[in-house]
């Protein structure tokens, strides 16, 4: 039996730069089977996030909460390493340079360099972010939302990498595909789903469905499948709209 603790350090490591136990060898099952501990790796980031919003609320005074909003995001890059924004803007340069061209989508986003595109991109996903966050330090709004934020985004990641093919024989989204377990991701997306809804409404989930409805669209539909990018951005994109129509849903 694969060691559970040791699945779980791998997921933190391909999720976080949160520091792990030295891991000398990771076999292709480990590292397929990882994928089934991304929401708990998303459930460790945000109950450390909203451990520090509480804590911050409590001693900042109120009237610097937009710094308070500012300092948690910052640490919630820092957590992640970037490695996920890093998706985003690659798959928002390649959408819009690719001109509609599968190899010409997969070179610019393998280039290491962001262009104008990818820049835009990252710095709309952390200013809704950040007014998200702001509207939760501000308000009655309940820290629900800042907890279940990375737990639901990477549930959904999960989900599209499984039922979705890759558009390449390479790389982590192929590694990670080695492995087939719908059942398992269908319990962890019914769980997490469930808990969403009774945090939030209907409302929000339908929303979030057509998002991935469409980035799973657009990536069958250019590159015949979605690569690790588009898994970064699709984390990144269900994290801040999940944070926005929560605030509006709760306000």
Not at 100 to 127: H, N
Not at 171 to 183: D, H, I, N, R, V
Not at 190 to 218: D, E, M
């Amino acid at each position: 039996m694969l060691s559970r603790l040791k699945l779980f350090f791998i997921a933190v490591t391909f999720l976080t730069r949160i520091p792990t136990p030295k891991i000398s060898t990771m076999t292709e099952k480990e590292i397929s089977f990882s994928l089934l501990y991304y929401p708990v790796v998303g459930l460790c980031i945000g109950l450390l996030l909203t451990l520090i919003a509480f804590l911050l609320s409590l001693v900042a005074n109120p009237d610097v909460v937009s710094v308070l909003a500012a300092i948690i995001i910052v640490l919630w890059v820092l957590i992640t390493g970037a490695l996920h924004l890093d998706g985003l803007a690659d798959t928002a340069d390649g959408f819009l340079g690719g001109q509609g061209s599968q190899s010409r989508t997969l070179e610019i986003m393998k280039d290491p360099v962001s262009g104008p595109a990818g820049i835009s991109s990252i710095f709309l996903v952390l200013m809704l972010k950040y007014t998200a966050v702001l509207s939760i330090l501000n308000s009655d709004i309940s820290f629900w939302s800042l907890l279940l934020a990375p737990v639901l985004a990477r549930a959904v990641a999960i989900g599209l990498l499984t039922y979705s093919p890759v558009a390449q024989t390479k790389g982590l989204a192929f590694e990670l595909k080695k492995q087939a377990f719908p059942e398992f991701v269908a319990t962890i997306l019914f769980f997490v789903v469930t808990v969403t809804f009774f945090v939030t409404n209907l409302w929000v989930l339908i929303s979030l469905s057509f998002i991935v409805y469409a980035i799973r669209h657009w990536a069958l539909s250019r590159l015949g499948g979605v690569t690790g990018d588009i898994l970064g951005m699709t984390i990144e994109l269900i994290e801040a709209l999940f944070l926005v129509m929560a605030v509006l849903v709760l306000a």
